[in-house]
C-alpha cells in the first residue's frame, strides 16, 4: 500500500513542523490517500478501522484550510463520544502548535455548559462535539453554522449503533450547502450510504482494506504501564528473560533516542535506528545487531522495514502502534522459522481501547502479564548465575584459581566465606524501593461495579451492556466483563466511565427494574 512522506503532501511549514516535532517519519496509508484529496476540496468517503491515523487523515486538511484571522466556527467535526472529542481536540491541538490564532474546542455532554458558553464567546474556528450537545448549542444560538467550510463525521457507524442518525442529519440540514463534508467509518451499512448519497456531493472514495493476518507461534502479552515506568518495566522483562537479541518499537525518532540512551545509561548493549541516521550510520547499528554487538535494537516503524535477523527472541512495543497492522509487522519479526516468540506491548492510560482493537483485528487474544517484582528478577539473577557457576566446574581447568583460595583458607576464612564473598563482588542485586514495585503493579484501567439485579430478575449480559450503552452513551465494546449470579451482577467498565455509570444508571432501569449501582468491594 503507497505511504508518502508528509512533505510530499504540500502541507504548509507549520504544520510540518509540528509533525516533525510529534516525530512521525511518514503518512499512515489513509492519510497518504485522504489528505491530497480533502486539500483538493472534494468531499470524500473515508473506510478505515480505528488505529490507522484517520483522526490526523481529516485534522490536517482542516487546519490548512482554516482562515486563523476569522474567529467564526469554520470546521465541525462530529464524534459518538466525548472520549474521541477529547483525543481528536487533543491531536489538533498538537498539529496547530505553530499555527498562530487556531482556536479548536471540544464540546460533549457531562462538561459545564458554561464554561463552553464562555469559549465561544470569544471565538474559536473548530468545534468537536457529540452531536446532542453540538444540537443543544445550536438551539440556543451558540453555535452558529453559516460559516462553516467543512464539517466532519468521524465513526459515522459508531454514532450511527447509538442512535444519533436523525441528530446528525439535523446538524447537516441547519449547514451550509456549499460546505465540505468529509465521512471516515471502519464499515458503510445502508443507513450511512444513504446518508452519503443525501448529503455529499460526488465524493471520492478512500479505502484502506487491512489484511487478515495470524501469528499462531507467538506468546502475546501487555502490560499496564504509566508512561513513566516504562524503562523501568522494560529493564526488569529484559533481566528476567534474558533474551540474546531483542527489538524494541517507539512510534517517535525522539522516544527512540530517549529509549536507547536509557538502557545504556543501565549498562545495557542497546542501540537506536530511526529515518534521521544517514544511511552509513544506519548501517553500521544493523551490522552490530546481526553479529550480536548490540543485543537490543530501539526502533521505529520506518527504520525497521526490511529488518529481517532470524534470531530475535522478543519484541517490545514500547508505545502502541498508531497503525493496527504494523502490530503484526511488529511482533512477525520474532517466531521465525518455526521458533517461538515472545511479544509484550506496553499500554498507558487510554491505549487500552486500542489494545482492544488491535485483538479484533488480529483476532487474537492478547493476555494481560503481571509486572515482574525486583525479587522475581532477583531469583532470575541467582538461577542464571548458579547454572554458569556449575558450567564452569563441569569444563575443569580450575587448578589456578584453586591455588588462591588455599592462600586464603585458614584459621579465620572458610571456602565458603570466600565463595560468598565472591559472590557478592560478581552480583549486582537491585534494591530499588519495594514500593515503587506495588505502585507500578497496582495500576488498573477498569473498575468493577456491583448491579443489584441478576438471573432471578431474568436479566442477561446483553441487557447490561445495551442498557448502560444507551443511557451513558459509552461504546458497548468498552464495557469489560460481566457476571450474573441470581440475586446480583458485576460489570467492568474503563475507570473514567466509572463515576458517570452510577450516577445515571442510579436514577434509571434495566429491564424495566429500578437497579443501585456501586463500586463492588475488594475480595
Known amino acids: ?44 468517503i473515508g473506510q478505515a478501522q480505528t488505529g490507522t491515523g484517520k483522526t490526523a487523515a481529516f485534522s490536517i486538511p482542516v487546519l490548512e484550510k482554516i482562515d486563523s484571522s476569522k474567529k467564526v466556527i469554520q470546521a ?22 505553530y499555527k ?13 455548559i458554561e464554561r463552553q458558553l464562555q469559549s465561544l464567546k470569544k471565538g474559536v474556528n473548530i468545534v468537536i462535539g457529540t452531536p446532542g450537545r453540538v444540537i443543544d448549542h445550536i438551539n440556543r444560538g451558540t453555535i452558529k453554522l453559516e460559516n462553516l467550510k467543512m464539517i466532519v463525521l468521524d465513526e459515522a457507524d459508531e454514532m450511527l449503533n447509538m442512535g444519533f442518525i436523525e441528530d446528525i442529519e ?69 533481566d528476567l528473560h534474558n533474551p540474546k537479541l531483542s527489538l524494541v ?8 533516542d530517549d529509549v536507547s540512551l536509557s538502557l545504556q545509561a543501565r549498562g545495557y548493549l542497546a542501540d537506536g535506528l530511526h529515518g534521521d541516521l544517514k544511511q552509513l550510520q544506519r548501517d553500521k547499528v544493523m551490522q552490530k545487531f546481526r553479529n550480536g554487538l548490540i543485543e537490543i535494537l530501539v526502533a521505529t516503524d520506518v527504520a525497521a522495514r526490511g529488518i529481517d535477523v532470524e534470531n ?27 521458533r517461538e516468540g515472545k511479544a509484550f506491548t506496553f499500554i498507558s492510560g487510554r491505549e487500552i481501547y486500542k489494545l482492544k482493537d488491535i485483538q479484533r483485528y488480529t483476532k487474537t487474544k492478547i493476555k494481560l502479564g503481571k509486572i515482574p517484582t ?36 585458614g584459621d579465620e576464612y572458610t571456602s565458603l566465606d570466600i565463595a560468598s564473598a565472591l559472590l557478592k563482588m560478581t552480583m549486582k542485586l537491585d534494591t530499588r524501593d519495594e514500593e515503587e514495585v506495588q505502585e507500578i503493579e497496582n495500576e488498573q484501567e477498569m473498575t468493577r461495579l456491583f448491579i443489584n439485579v441478576g438471573k432471578n430478575q431474568r436479566i442477561s449480559p446483553r441487557d447490561i451492556v445495551g442498557a448502560i450503552a444507551d443511557k451513558v452513551r459509552i461504546p458497548g465494546d468498552l464495557i469489560g466483563s460481566i457476571d450474573i ?16 455509570v452510577m450516577k445515571i444508571m442510579n436514577e434509571n432501569t434495566i429491564k424495566g427494574k429500578k437497579v443501585n449501582i456501586e463500586i463492588a468491594k475488594k475480595k
Open 1 to 44: 500500500m503507497t505511504t508518502l512522506k508528509f512533505n510530499e503532501l504540500n502541507l504548509s511549514k507549520e504544520l510540518l513542523k509540528a509533525i516533525a516535532d510529534l516525530g512521525y517519519e511518514e503518512a499512515t496509508p489513509i492519510q497518504s490517500q485522504a489528505i491530497p484529496v480533502v486539500l483538493e476540496g472534494h468531499d470524500v
Open 76 to 97: 465541525l467535526i462530529l464524534c459518538p463520544t466525548r472520549e474521541l472529542a477529547i483525543q481528536v481536540s487533543e491531536e489538533i491541538k498538537k498539529l496547530s502548535a
Open 100 to 112: 498562530k490564532g487556531i482556536n479548536a474546542l471540544p464540546i460533549y455532554g457531562g462538561q459545564s
Open 170 to 238: 439535523f446538524i447537516l440540514q441547519k449547514s451550509p450547502e456549499t460546505r465540505q463534508t468529509l465521512l471516515f467509518s471502519a464499515t458503510m451499512p445502508k443507513p450511512i450510504l444513504e446518508l452519503t448519497k443525501k448529503y455529499q456531493k460526488n465524493p471520492k472514495i478512500v479505502k484502506v482494506v487491512q489484511k487478515e493476518l495470524t501469528v499462531p507461534l507467538i506468546e502475546q502479552t501487555y502490560f499496564e504501564v504509566r508512561e513513566a515506568d516504562k524503562i523501568e518495566v522494560l529493564s526488569r522483562l529484559l
Open 249 to 256: 518499537f517507539c512510534n517517535t525518532k525522539k522516544k527512540v
Open 312 to 338: 530475535v527472541e522478543m519484541v517490545f512495543n514500547y508505545d502502541v502502534p498508531q497503525d493496527i497492522e504494523n502490530y503484526v509487522h511488529r511482533i512477525g519479526r520474532t517466531g521465525r522459522a518455526g
Open 374 to 409: 525486583i525479587n522475581d528478577v532477583e531469583e532470575r539473577k541467582i538461577s542464571l548465575l548458579i547454572d554458569n557457576i556449575k558450567e564452569v566446574i563441569n569444563e575443569g581447568g580450575l587448578e589456578k584459581y584453586t591455588d588462591i583460595v588455599e592462600r586464603i583458607v
Open 485 to 500: 449470579f441470581d440475586k446480583f451482577s458485576f460489570v467492568e467498565v474503563p475507570r473514567e466511565y466509572a463515576k458517570e
